[in-house]
Every structure is written in structure tokens, then in C-alpha cells.
């Protein structure tokens, strides 16, 4: 698989962080209202993730009753490069808003570990840290058409991507984020009671 120079942001105080630059893996997924930065659906057409708990910023198992919710990921712009035996393929890239959390526990994430991370040390079953979960049928066919394009597993999706943060998604359309942690409905901020992990000692690879 492809190498990539790893950059993320610092640790806020709950242990949630930002990736900014890397690899990561996918995986695809149909949208499933309410979504976790609040909407019940979102505009077909455009291209929309789910990035994993360590970097969308709220923890749905924590014991907390403010656990879950937006975090500071709802909104947060990737460009996702696909890979393809090792060399990345740049005629593919798009770019992708967060408006979902992959959650670390496997069954609220239909079984696959693939968010698992709790820490940027802790690598997933495809020996990434990250993990996008793209919202395939919202795309538009020919988005898909081209960044599917000879995709792993009959072009379903790519174990690997390399990715970039970005600070805007142009051509991707907001829609409104709803929650406590949404004041203005365009921005939110992680949560500040519940840890990365708290409530999945159980699940922790030692």
C-alpha cells in the first residue's frame, strides 16, 4: 500500500483529534436519518462522508447523557485521492464534506471495526488509522462513475485513499447543522464531557 506522510492537530482535552494529511481507508453507506451533525437527510448530488469517532468528536457510547451529537468534524472539507496497487491515481480525486460520525463500537458501524481507532497509534483491519465512510448514493452517477472508476471489491469502494484537509468544499453543498453543539448552524465543536473511548474498554485491542 502507499506511503504517506501523517499529520494531524494536537489532542484536545477529550482526545479527539484532526487528521490534516495521510492515508486512510473506505468504506460506502447509505444514508440512515437522523444524522449525527443533526439533519435527517442531505441534497443529492454532492459528495458527503463519515469520518471515524477519533476525528469527528463526540462518542455515542460514552456514559454521559450529552454523548453523541455534532462534533467539530460536521463540515470539516477532504480531497480523497484513491489508490490503486500502491499508486495513487490523482485523475480521481474529489473532494468530500464530513456530515457523519463513523462510530468506534462495530455495532453502531454494521459490524466492521474499520473506526475503531482510539488513539492515532491504534491502526483498523486495513492498517489505517483513519477511515472514510463515503455516502455513495447520494453522489451524483457520474461522481461515482469516475471516482469508483476499477475501485477494490468490483469497484464497490477503496481500501485505500490518500487524503488532504482542506479549508473549503467547493462545490459541495452545506446544509445546516443542528445541535448543542451547532450554535450557528454552519460550525460545531467537539464535545467536551465525553473521551474518545469512554464506555469501550471491552473493545480495546491490547
Not at 467539530?72 to 480521481?92: S, W, Y
Request: proline letters at 4%.
Amino acid at each position: 500500500m502507499s506511503e504517506a506522510r501523517h499529520l494531524y492537530g494536537k489532542r484536545d482535552a477529550m482526545g479527539y483529534q484532526m487528521p490534516y494529511e495521510g492515508t486512510a481507508s473506505t468504506t460506502v453507506w447509505n444514508i440512515k436519518a437522523p444524522l449525527s451533525c443533526g439533519m435527517s437527510d442531505v441534497p443529492y448530488g454532492n459528495n458527503y462522508v463519515a469520518i471515524n469517532q477519533l476525528a469527528f468528536g463526540t462518542n455515542e457510547d460514552a456514559f454521559n447523557h450529552a454523548s453523541g451529537g455534532a462534533g467539530g468534524a460536521c463540515g470539516a472539507c477532504f480531497e480523497l485521492t484513491p489508490v490503486k496497487d500502491g499508486k495513487a491515481r490523482p485523475n480521481q480525486k474529489a473532494t468530500f464534506m464530513v456530515v457523519e460520525n463513523c462510530p468506534a463500537n462495530p455495532s453502531r458501524s454494521d459490524g466492521h471495526t474499520l473506526c475503531s481507532a482510539c488513539e492515532t497509534g491504534d491502526k483498523n483491519d486495513l492498517g489505517e488509522t483513519w477511515h472514510f465512510d463515503i455516502l455513495k448514493d447520494h453522489m451524483s452517477s457520474s461522481a461515482v462513475e469516475k471516482f469508483f472508476d476499477q475501485a477494490d471489491h468490483d469497484e464497490q469502494q477503496w481500501d485505500q485513499v490518500q487524503f488532504k484537509k482542506l479549508t473549503a468544499c467547493d462545490g459541495v453543498e452545506q446544509p445546516e447543522f443542528k445541535g448543542n453543539n451547532c450554535p450557528d448552524g454552519k460550525t460545531c465543536h467537539n464535545s467536551k464531557t465525553d473521551r474518545v473511548c469512554d464506555g469501550l474498554d471491552w473493545m480495546r485491542k491490547k
